[in-house]
């Protein structure tokens, strides 16, 4: 039912035409690199050709701004796996947002949505409470609305798999 392809056309579709953005499957890690000498458009590139990388990375694209859009991965800090218990809360007060919106990519796509550390190698947080953080993000976009680029593409998802429109408060109890 979920297909890459099906993905890359949805985002591509949707974005291409205005903000010369494609999502590209990758073999190896998740990267986001701006148009270049030899690309003119930018490229989100999602891992192993996972369907939750790429809504997971989408995520991270929908909230860069303009500017952060013009900069690999986005300018942002990263630590990758085995981060220490600080490290890993600095992780995840940067990866609320990202996840929220992703909760709602997939809700709209009729997507199974997975709150993720992304610490497998390092200390492990309580997963609960991180949860409940992202829970409330999502529940404060769908109260404040999202921004247009998201609302553009929540909709395209809910058109493209027939998931009920609007999303509502009520969809996101876990």
């Given at each position: 039912?979920?297909?890459?392809?099906?993905?890359?056309?949805?985002?591509?579709?949707?974005f291409y035409q205005n903000y010369q953005t494609r999502l590209i499957r990758g073999d190896d890690e998740p990267i986001y690199l701006p148009a270049d000498k030899e690309?003119?458009?930018?490229?989100?590139?999602?891992?192993?050709?996972?369907?939750?990388?790429?809504?997971?990375?989408?995520?991270?694209?929908?909230?860069?701004?303009?500017?952060?859009?013009?900069?690999?991965?986005?300018?942002?800090?990263?630590?990758?796996?085995?981060?220490?218990?600080?490290?890993?809360?600095?992780?995840?007060?940067?990866?609320?947002?990202?996840?929220?919106?992703?909760?709602?990519?997939?809700?709209?796509?009729?997507?199974?949505?997975?709150?993720?550390?992304?610490?497998?190698?390092?200390?492990?947080?309580?997963?609960?409470?991180?949860?409940?953080?992202?829970?409330?993000?999502?529940?404060?976009?769908?109260?404040?609305?999202?921004?247009?680029?998201?609302?553009?593409?929540?909709?395209?998802?809910?058109?493209?798999?027939?998931?009920?429109?609007?999303?509502?408060?009520?969809?996101?109890?876990?």
């Amino acid at each position: 039912m979920h297909q890459i392809s099906d993905l890359i056309s949805i985002f591509d579709n949707t974005f291409y035409q205005n903000y010369q953005t494609r999502l590209i499957r990758g073999d190896d890690e998740p990267i986001y690199l701006p148009a270049d000498k030899e690309n003119n458009f930018h490229r989100i590139i999602f891992a192993h050709g996972y369907y939750a990388s790429g809504l997971h990375e989408i995520a991270h694209w929908l909230i860069a701004g303009e500017q952060r859009r013009l900069i690999e991965d986005y300018g942002y800090w990263y630590c990758p796996d085995g981060r220490t218990e600080i490290e890993q809360a600095e992780f995840e007060k940067v990866e609320i947002k990202p996840q929220a919106i992703e909760w709602a990519l997939c809700m709209a796509a009729g997507f199974k949505f997975n709150v993720s550390a992304d610490n497998l190698n390092g200390e492990q947080p309580c997963r609960v409470s991180f949860q409940q953080k992202v829970h409330q993000q999502v529940l404060t976009y769908i109260e404040n609305g999202f921004c247009q680029r998201t609302q553009a593409l929540l909709k395209a998802f809910s058109d493209f798999y027939q998931t009920p429109w609007p999303l509502t408060e009520q969809r996101f109890n876990w």
